[in-house]
């Protein structure tokens, strides 16, 4: 029984208004919060002090200022040694749009004379010399075909014989030329470190770095038949466990959706356990709070960008 049915008609008829006024209140209200629900979202937390900075030059000052924190002022009696590992990948974290790829320094000690490294050269910031390079394994004409093959062929993903994409000649590109291709395609790019290493580490770096440019490795992203018998290797092993030089691990051997961002982060993980108990890792590391990401911006008030950063930098070219 409806207790208002038993008043008089005219109390009945107050109530009958108001009860339609808040209806039709919170019909507005839901309206409003669906609307507002389906606007893109202001990316508030994204820095813009640096935007018409190029996102090399942004990436490589922040670098240069982390390293230099952690050098210190004092003279250097030993060389030092550094990995900033990276990520890219676009809003639908794509397999053919994501890539996986590390930096690695050596500072050398004041007063002593350098041996550089076969293959890289002197370089030089402020007081201190340094050497440095980077493992991004890609197609070698990936800068010029940057149509990558993942998975080609019905059920390619779950078996990997059925993977119809072949393998390709692989190179490891060089920071500036890797950034350009995650700004070519408008990419979110992360980057964790710089992270201190050992002498060993370091060495077992270059060792990986000649043998992937040896030409006896090609490319293949999808690398779960291929890796064991050392025929081919993908972006994501390229870099990951150092003191073997194709590990496994991750589901299906490749790991699913082990790339880009996900797949830094599990070499991350590896590198904390594996490389900390090995030595190899002198700093330890918070795969969640140590990134900072760069966000591709069209201009100051885009909204709706792609953000999957708790902080980050934009970036327009």
């Avoid at 008089?8 to 409003?32: D, E, H, M, V």
């Avoid at 990276?86 to 000690?109: C, L, Q, T, W």
């Avoid at 393998?167 to 790019?189: H, M, Q, Y």
């Avoid at 194709?246 to 880009?260: A, D, I, Q």
């Amino acid at each position: 029984m409806n207790p208002h049915l038993d008043q008089p008609k005219s109390l009945r008829a107050p109530f009958a208004t108001a009860l339609r006024r808040i209806s039709s209140r919170s019909a507005t209200l839901i309206a409003c919060a669906l609307f507002l629900a389906l606007l893109p979202a202001v990316q508030a937390d994204v820095d813009f002090s640096s935007y018409n900075v190029p996102v090399f030059e942004q990436i490589t000052n922040r670098i240069k200022a982390k390293v230099a924190a952690k050098l210190g002022d004092d003279k250097l009696k030993h060389d030092r040694y550094f990995i900033i590992p990276f990520a890219y990948e676009n809003k639908g974290n794509d397999p053919e749009y994501s890539h996986s790829f590390m930096s690695v320094i050596r500072v050398f000690a004041h007063d002593s004379r350098p041996t550089v490294t076969e293959g890289l050269r002197l370089r030089r910031y402020k007081n201190w010399e340094f050497e440095a390079f980077t493992i991004s394994w890609l197609p070698n004409d990936f800068d010029k075909n940057p149509d990558l093959c993942v998975f080609d062929g019905f059920g390619a993903r779950l078996i990997a014989s059925w993977n119809k994409c072949p393998f390709s000649p692989g190179r490891s590109f060089k920071l500036d030329e890797t950034l350009k291709l995650g700004t070519n395609v408008k990419n979110a790019i992360g980057i964790w470190g710089p992270y201190e290493i050992t002498e060993n580490a370091f060495n077992l770096a270059v060792k990986r770095l000649h043998l992937l440019n040896g030409g006896s490795i090609k490319y293949r992203a999808d690398d779960r038949l291929c890796r064991k018998n050392r025929v081919a290797i993908n972006c994501f092993h390229a870099m990951a466990g150092l003191e073997e030089l194709y590990p496994n691990g991750g589901l299906f051997g490749t790991g699913f959706k082990m790339w880009g961002l996900n797949g830094t982060r599990r070499v991350l993980i590896e590198y904390k356990d594996r490389g900390t108990k090995m030595g190899l890792l002198l700093d330890p590391v918070d795969v969640k709070e140590d990134l900072y990401g760069y966000v591709y911006c069209p201009s100051r008030d885009t909204h709706g960008i792609y953000d999957p950063f708790k902080h980050a930098s934009a970036y327009r070219r």
